[in-house]
C-alpha cells in the first residue's frame, strides 16, 4: 500500500500505512531536495533566496517507493525515497550513532561489568581493535569516565591512543603536557599543592572535551586522583534547591588564565542545558575564577547557590579517589566530570602525568564513523 497524501496549508501530509504521519512544508522539501546536494562532499548546493518562501510543487505523484515533486523554478523534479522521508520528517531528529545514555554516578560508583570504580579497558585491544575502540569511546562517554590499564613503558604511549580518535587539542599549555612539580610554575596542576575538584581551561572560548592523563610514575607519597560526576550533583541541586540551580544554570561569571605571554578570559554559567532542559556541561574552576563582577544585590543569590555547589562537590557521597599506577590512564570529560588530587611529596618520589585533550565533537565522529563501518 502506498502512503496516503494530503494537502495542507503550506505542505504536505504524508500518512504511512502503519499509521505515521509527517508534515512536510514545501519549502522544507524544495529546500532538502536530493539533487540540491552536491554529489561528491553531500554539501547542500541549493541556494534557498533562489526561490520564494510561498513556492509550492507543481504536481505531486507517488512512483514505486519515491514521491516525486515537479517545481515552477526547474526543470528537473525531485525524487525523495518514501522510507528516507519517513525517517527524516520534520521534527524527527536524524538518528546518532553517538549517542549515549548518559550515566549519572556518585561515590558508590560501580562499573559497566559491577566491579567498584569506573570502567577499565586493555590499552593492547583500543589501539588495535576498532570494535574495542568503538567500545571504550561508548562506555567512557556513557559514565565520563574511564581506565585504561596495560599501556607499554613508553611515555607516548597514552597520546597515541588518544590519536586513534582525532586532532589533540592544543592549547596554551601545548598539545601535550606534563603534570610534574615545577620550580616556577604557572599553574597549580604544576604544584605539589592539594587541587580541590575543577574542570580544566574554563577560561576558554570552549574548554576542552575529554581529557587524557596517562600515568608515567606515581612514587611520591600522596598524590591520590579525585573525580566528581558534575551530572550527579547538578541534578541533587535541582531537587534540592531549585533557586540554587536556576543562579548557576543563567549566571555568568567570568574566568581568566593570564601569565607572562597569554590573557585568557571568557564568561561563562556554572551549568550549562541543553534546549530540552538537560544539563549538558559543568564549568568549575575556583582557582581561574576572575573577580566576581555582578551587580552587588545580585551577589548574595550567586554566591550561596556557587557556595551550596562547591560544597556539595567536597562531600565523600559524590566522590571517587584512586591511585594511578603506571601504565594506567585516566580519560573523562572535562565538561562534565570533575577532577582534583591530593597533596603529595616530591622529595618522596616522582609524580608525572602527561596528559592531552580531544574535543567532543571528534570524539563523537570517531565513534560515529566506527559504528557505521561495523554496520
Known sequence: ??????????????????????????????????????????????????????????????????????????????????????????????????????????????????????????????????????????VTKQYGLSIVHGLPNDAGAGIALARRIGHLRETNFGRTFDVVSKADPNNLAYTADALPLHTDLTNQELPPGFQFLHCIANAAAGGGSIFCDGLAVAADLAAADPDAFEILCSVSVPFRFHDTDTDIRARKTVLTRDAEGAVTEICFNAHIADILDLPSEAMPGFYRAYRLFMTMTRDPAYRIALRLAPGEMVVFDNRRVLHGREAFDPATGLRHLRGAYVDRGDWDSRLRVLRRAAG
Open 1 to 138: 500500500m502506498h502512503p496516503i497524501l494530503t494537502a495542507c496549508d503550506g505542505g504536505l501530509v504524508i500518512r504511512w500505512p502503519d499509521g505515521i504521519s509527517g508534515t512536510f512544508p514545501h519549502l522544507w522539501l524544495r529546500d532538502t531536495d536530493p539533487a540540491g546536494f552536491h554529489p561528491t562532499t553531500g554539501e547542500r548546493a541549493f541556494d534557498l533566496t533562489g526561490v520564494p518562501l510561498e513556492i509550492a510543487p507543481s504536481d505531486i505523484a507517488i512512483d514505486g517507493d519515491a514521491l516525486v515533486l515537479r517545481w515552477p523554478d526547474s526543470d528537473a523534479p525531485s525524487h525523495f525515497d518514501l522510507h528516507w522521508l519517513k525517517a527524516n520528517r520534520p521534527g524527527q531528529r536524524r538518528p546518532d550513532a553517538a549517542a549515549v545514555d548518559r550515566i549519572a554516578w556518585r561515590g558508590d560508583l560501580r562499573a559497566d561489568n559491577g566491579t567498584v570504580g569506573p570502567p577499565r579497558r586493555a590499552a593492547d585491544a583500543i589501539a588495535e581493535q576498532d570494535g574495542a575502540l568503538a567500545d571504550w569511546l561508548a
